[in-house]
Each structure stands twice: as C-alpha cells, then as structure tokens.
C-alpha cells in the first residue's frame, strides 16, 4: 500500500463547477499536511496547508480528518487556470510524502 | 521565482555513466531534501540534507549519494546509471522544522540512453 494515496484522475471539469478531491494516509504519526499545484513541466508549488479545524483560501477549501487519515481539497467557482496536478503532501519526522497527483481540466 | 535554482536544466546520459546534479537553496533556508519524479508519478523523496549531514533517505540505492555545502548549496549524484533513472529530479530547500513550507526549483530532466 502506499503511503500517500489519490485517485489520479484525470478530473474534466466545465468551468464553474466544484471539484473535490481526496487522499488518504497511511502513517499515523504524520505530522503537516500539504496541497501542492502542479503545472505541466514545472516544479510543484505550495497551494495551502491542512489544518485539523480545516481552512479556507479564497475559493479552496482544504480539510483534515486525523482519524480517518482522510484529507480533502474543494475548489469552487473553478477558473480555466486551475487545470493542473494536485499533489497531496504529508510529512513524518520532515520527511515529505508526496501522493501520485490529481490531474484537473477544467473545460471552457 | 523561488529562489532556488538547479543546473543543468536537462541533460542527457548514457547507461552506466555517472551524473552530478547541483542545487543552490533560497536564502536562509538550511534544509535540502531531493526527489526523483517519473513520468505521471509524484515526486519519490530521495534523502534530506541539513547542516552538511544527511538526516534522512528515502528507498534509493547506494548508487544515489550527495553532498551539502556550508552554503547549505547541495548536489546528487548518481552513478552507474540505469534507463529507470530518467527522470524530472527536484530540489527543494525550507527552514528546518516540522510543518515548514518546501521551495522547490524547476527541476533537472534527466535522460539516460
């Protein structure tokens, strides 16, 4: 089993819908929880972090179930510059585990 | 731009040569960790840097080693290069401590033949 898992998609989304994915862990003494965006060919880059009361950022929402080892991302109102590779991050003693990635298109 | 910055960019070797890949991490960022990512994987964590000693692996073989400097710069190196190791290998720097957020440079695209 994996450490980090996500469905990888692709997600084909018309503009303006929600989209939510998620991810599970398996590692119980993760410690932060990350969602980072990855565009084609370039290097991923911090899209929020995941706190266990859950947190928002404009149109993201990201939210952390300890219990389940469950982390979730809901985008809103989806833009055209959205499309791109969600990534799940989690880490354990600073070492950062990274899932497979989501692919999201969103679709004029 | 993140401040960090890899070299080369791309670069192409052939089965069973050795390659040196560097990394010049953000400013104040003590922290360097690599990871190899293959085509439609995510990045796979290769081993973690900090202070000069390497603090942390990943499940690569002793073929896979590195180095950082005191300017908290780093390098891979891989030797006896195998044709599963092309790959988009990532540095990123952060400060040390749980929870800190990793920068990432854009990557070295390596291609053995």
């Known amino acids: 089993r994996k450490e980090v898992e996500q469905d990888p998609g692709p997600f084909n989304v018309p503009e303006g819908a929600t989209v939510a994915f998620n991810c599970t862990y398996s590692?119980?003494?993760?410690?932060?929880f990350f969602w980072y965006r990855q565009d084609c060919r370039k290097e991923p880059k911090l899209l929020m972090s995941v706190y266990s009361s859950g947190n928002e950022d404009g149109r993201f929402t990201a939210q952390l179930n300890r219990a389940s080892q469950y982390i979730s991302l809901l985008i809103r109102d989806s833009k055209l510059s959205d499309s791109a590779t969600y990534l799940c991050?989690?880490?354990?003693?600073?070492?950062?585990?990274f899932g497979t990635g989501t692919r999201l298109t969103i679709i004029p | 731009e993140t401040g960090v910055t890899q070299s080369p960019t791309h670069l192409i070797k052939t089965r069973g040569q050795q390659v040196t890949l560097r990394c010049s991490s953000q400013s104040g960022h003590n922290t360097v960790s690599w990871y190899q990512q293959a085509l439609g994987q995510g990045p796979q964590f290769i081993f973690q840097y900090y202070r000069e000693e390497e603090n942390g692996r990943g499940n690569f073989p002793p073929r896979f080693s590195g180095l950082q400097f005191p300017n908290y710069s780093s390098e891979l190196n891989v030797n006896a290069l195998e044709l599963d190791d092309s790959a988009l290998y990532l540095c990123?720097?952060?400060?040390?401590?749980?929870?800190?957020?990793?920068?990432f440079g854009q990557g070295t695209r390596l291609t053995v033949v």
């Open positions: 990123a720097s952060r400060p040390i401590g749980e929870g800190t957020e990793a920068f």
């Open positions: 590692n119980s003494a993760s410690q932060s």
């Open positions: 991050v989690v880490t354990a003693h600073e070492k950062l585990t």
